[in-house]
């Protein structure tokens, strides 16, 4: 109970990407996050009732945040935070997100429940109408054979390479139109600094949605250069 009044109140009791922090502008940062392992679900909203963030339970089975994990190992998978979402989920055109391998989708054994972490990856980039989130797994994964193997085909395991981007925080409820507004501010600041911006924006998400607004965490992220 103390732990969900906390949360309510803004804490973020899970994992979070390390990240070293480059240059300080105004009003963002510029980050470089290290190589991470992701779980990834590519799917038509449609398919959820039309909800964008509608892959997110079928990732959540796969740790085991919604009960007996749908995964290979005994182990339980930690949650992490935040989750991100890039295209029609972040308010914003997506990102497409390069795929790595080796990739696995399925296999047999024992269900491991996993810590999840973030950040929670959202890409409509993938195909028309059709988007992919993402879990990232806690650190201690560091490399695709260590995660347990989804039993869901629809859930691959797959690396992140290293990336750097140009970071916006801010509070409230990341409505579409304070996201579009949010990256539209962060996209001048990191051109006015010469930057160059490689792609489009990136929400990111850090609480869940019982946190009162005023103190949720939220980011908006361009991978930079």
């Known amino acids: 109970m103390a732990m969900v009044l906390r949360m309510v109140l803004g804490k973020i009791p899970v994992e979070t990407p390390k990240h070293e922090v480059l240059h300080t502008g105004a009003g963002y940062e510029i980050r470089k996050y290290p190589p991470s392992i992701a779980a990834e679900l590519t799917y038509d909203p449609k398919e959820m009732r039309g909800d964008p963030d509608g892959g997110f339970t079928v990732l959540a089975n796969y740790i085991g945040v919604l009960g007996k994990p749908q995964n290979t190992k005994p182990e339980k998978i930690a949650m ?11 308010g914003g055109d997506g990102e497409k997100i390069a795929m790595t391998a080796p990739v696995i989708t399925t296999g047999g ?3 491991e429940p ?3 972490t973030a950040p929670v990856i959202t890409d409509d980039q993938q195909a028309p109408g059709k988007v992919t989130m993402q879990f990232l797994l806690p650190s201690k994964y560091t490399r695709v054979e260590e995660a347990p193997r989804p039993t869901d085909e629809r859930v691959v395991i797959r690396e992140v390479p290293e990336r750097k981007f140009g970071v916006a925080r801010f509070s409230g409820v990341a409505t579409d139109r304070t996201v579009r507004e949010k990256a539209k501010g962060l996209k001048a600041a990191l051109e006015k600094d010469g930057y160059t911006i490689k792609g489009p924006f990136v929400l990111a998400r850090y609480n869940p949605s019982f946190t009162l607004p005023p103190l949720r965490t939220n980011e908006v992220m361009f991978p930079v250069e």
């Not at 992490?80 to 972040?90: L, R």
């Open 80 to 90: 992490t935070a935040p989750v991100i979402t890039t295209g029609s989920g972040s």
């Open 109 to 111: 054994g024992e269900p």
């Open 114 to 116: 996993i810590a999840m």
